[in-house]
């Protein structure tokens, strides 16, 4: 009897820790309603009510959950840094059924709360841990959360379902700014030596100031690696509880051992982009914590009401790749360098507008027809990349190069672009915007524009008021981002792999580049009229028609690239290699490797190049996004009826999977394993909602609108 009591009492030890909620950030939402507590009125006062209201995405319904050393938790409102409190001046108050729950400052006895799961696992119970009620609502009218003495089974008005917000970053180059002060993190005078301290500073764009966030394996923590140093960031100290003192001091580190590694949680709401950044070894956190000047120290945060000194947001910085400048070799009519690196195939508009490709070394330039027709194929605009090729012909109809022939995708167009994804982007008729699906069947996008580019994860587009706008597949728009009254025809403009949209103001006669973190950023480079971006790599160039410049990045700016030709028209380079084409129609090429070799012959009657490009496969491409590498991820049927499935491939990592309607609001949520998931949609309305698929690590692998037609 008594060996069957011990193991009732482990089983239940081990089920109750098994279901405890991690700390961390969530929405609360009621079983009965399907609502989320919400402190009225976004108020921050002590004592506004607690109450039940439908999902906004705003922080006043945002939670942070702590467990305190005695097994309770509190719960504070991230948007009013104050605690749930069951109200009332005095005891017998606290413990009478129908009090109001409210928000406080502490975390004494009626700030406390017991938090467990449902004898039926169906949602959680939230009781007071000082008078011993659970909270809940009245009735589904009724907005207030109150307590309640239930003498029965608990229903589900007095359930709450725990939605994980938030999440951790992925690894990456980093600025750290903290958000109360608006400084950037760095190591001390750019110090290189172990123990020197860090602080938080105006941004300079200097490599102390940059940080590479890289995790370690044994532990699953993040390393914090200052670039200028190549030392991690660590809490100082020379024994262990000076590891865990409040106002220790920041440094950086030379090993990768316990004091030198962080957990990373974003605070994630529309009010706040933050993370907070907690020392693995000690618990506590990144801070300015009441220091009075530029150090930056940990502290134990107890009641979060610091005004965001403890959150950092982490700004990504593009790392720009440095292919070695080689000598060139002028490609003639009817030659071209045998060291070229023909892993994948090269394209040209030529003599006569007709387009002519080769496909591997030692195949001469050959010219492409239109299917079924005798007529030379006449083109006017021309892109290959992520192993599609595109051509638009002078009466502006669009063709594919598949299966050695050109196929007419029934569309006209006056401009086209493909993005990472391999997708092609048209501006058709009346200026409309058109984006092409898998199955070959043209979607058309909100919106109309002159002039569209596309990169990586990007797209770009000059709208028809002369301005820029970048396409926003979250909220299905195009978000304005400034240039007002630029004409097209004076305006480069393009966008590189790492997704910034670079352009050339000739008002101005400067060069700026655009992402979401920084906004528009003056790259400081005048005097050029033409602007180049690879999209094989993350290089980016200029150029005046007599030299070229390559970006090395914020830090270093603009190098000149070595004996190259004048009279330059394009530019396009692929696998460390540069093509240039002059206005004379010469094609020059760096030699493979910074190896010169012989020039060979090409039996090509070309004699005219006005147009290159450079398509490699998508298996050798380097990946931009995730996407990329899992067009194996299929999403069928959709439309939808009762359930859409979807296929993994060959993925063996963990895998989640994520419905949200149009309001962003999670409908389904699937990360059971398998290699075709399934995901219930009978009881949602006909409509279209967004799945969205991620990694392991929280990395964002496929998102894909669903239809839903009963």
Not at 283 to 291: A, H, L, R
Not at 552 to 575: H, K, S
């Amino acid at each position: 009897m008594k060996l069957k009591l011990i193991i009732f009492l482990v089983m239940c030890a081990y089920f109750t820790h098994a279901q405890e909620i991690a700390e961390g950030m969530y929405t609360i939402e009621n079983l009965s309603t399907g609502k989320l507590m919400n402190i009225s009125g976004a108020a921050t006062n002590n004592g506004a009510p607690l109450i039940q209201w439908p999902e906004s995405g705003a922080r006043n319904e945002l939670f942070y959950v702590k467990q305190l050393s005695n097994g309770t938790y509190t719960i504070m409102n991230l948007n009013s840094r104050l605690n749930l409190n069951v109200v009332g001046s005095t005891n017998p108050q606290y413990n009478q059924s129908g009090t109001q729950v409210t928000q406080y400052a502490g975390e004494w006895g009626a700030m406390q709360w017991n938090i467990s799961l449902s004898t039926d696992s169906s949602g959680y119970i939230i009781t007071s841990a000082f008078s011993g009620k659970p909270i809940g609502i009245y009735d589904a009218n009724n907005t207030a959360v109150i307590q309640w003495a239930l003498n029965a089974q608990v229903d589900s008005r007095f359930k709450w379902n725990f939605n994980a917000k938030g999440g951790a970053p992925t690894p990456g180059r980093y600025l750290l700014q903290n958000i109360y002060s608006g400084n950037y993190l760095g190591v001390d005078g750019a110090n290189t030596n172990w123990g020197a301290p860090v602080s938080q500073t105006g941004y300079n764009a200097q490599p102390y100031q940059q940080f590479d966030l890289s995790i370690e394996e044994s532990s699953g923590n993040y390393i914090i690696t200052n670039v200028n140093s190549g030392l991690n960031l660590t809490v100082t100290g020379n024994s262990d509880p000076q590891y865990n003192t409040n106002g220790a001091s920041i440094a950086q580190w030379g090993d990768r051992s316990a004091p030198q590694q962080w957990v990373i949680n974003q605070n994630n709401n529309v009010f706040s982009d933050g993370y907070y950044i907690q020392s693995a070894f000690s618990g506590k956190y990144m801070s300015t914590y009441n220091n009075g000047g530029t150090s930056v120290v940990q502290y134990e945060n107890n009641c979060w009401c610091a005004n965001n000194l403890y959150e950092w947001r982490l700004i990504p910085i593009p790392t720009f790749s440095n292919p070695e400048i080689c000598t060139y070799t002028q490609v003639n009519p009817g030659s071209a360098a045998g060291a070229i690196d023909y892993d994948g195939s090269y394209w040209h508009i030529g003599n006569g507008d007709y387009v002519w490709n080769t496909m591997e070394a030692n195949v001469a330039w050959s010219p492409t027809y239109i299917a079924n027709t005798a007529q030379h194929f006449q083109a006017k605009q021309l892109i290959a990349s992520r192993g599609k090729v595109y051509a638009r012909t002078a009466s502006n109809l669009l063709y594919e190069y598949v299966d050695d022939a050109w196929q007419y995708t029934n569309a006209w167009c006056i401009d086209f672009a493909i993005d990472g994804n391999g997708t092609n982007w048209h501006i058709g008729s009346s200026n409309f915007i058109y984006r092409r699906n898998d199955d070959g069947t043209w979607q058309q996008v909100p919106g109309q524009g002159k002039q569209i580019r596309a990169n990586g994860g990007t797209v770009a587009l000059i709208g028809m008021n002369n301005q820029l706008y970048v396409w926003n597949e979250d909220i299905w728009s195009w978000t304005f981002i400034g240039g007002a009254g630029l004409d097209p025809s004076l305006l480069p403009f393009d966008v590189d792999q790492q997704g910034n949209i670079w352009r050339i103001d000739r008002v101005n006669n400067n060069t700026y580049f655009w992402n979401s973190t920084n906004g528009w950023v003056n790259a400081n480079a005048s005097g050029v009229d033409r602007l180049f971006t690879s999209s094989t790599s993350s290089a980016v160039y200029i150029g005046n028609g007599n030299n070229v410049w390559q970006y090395r990045g914020v830090n270093l700016g603009w190098e000149l690239v070595p004996n190259v030709p004048g009279n330059i028209n394009r530019l396009t380079d692929a696998l460390n290699n540069l093509y240039i084409l002059s206005n004379s129609g010469a094609m020059y090429i760096t030699s493979n490797g910074c190896n010169t070799s012989t020039a060979t012959s090409y039996p090509s009657g070309d004699t005219n190049l006005d147009d290159i490009v450079f398509s490699v496969p998508v298996s050798n491409t380097r990946a931009f996004t995730p996407e990329t590498q899992n067009n194996a991820i299929k999403i069928y049927p959709n439309p939808a009826k009762s359930t859409v499935n979807v296929a993994l491939g060959n993925r063996t990592d963990k895998v989640t999977i994520q419905l949200f309607d149009v309001s962003g609001k999670v409908k389904q949520t699937n990360n059971t394993g398998g290699a075709i998931r399934s995901l219930d949609v009978s009881g949602l309305s006909n409509g279209i909602y967004l799945m969205k698929i991620y990694g392991a690590n929280g990395e964002l692998l496929k998102n894909e609108k669903v239809a839903v037609e009963k």
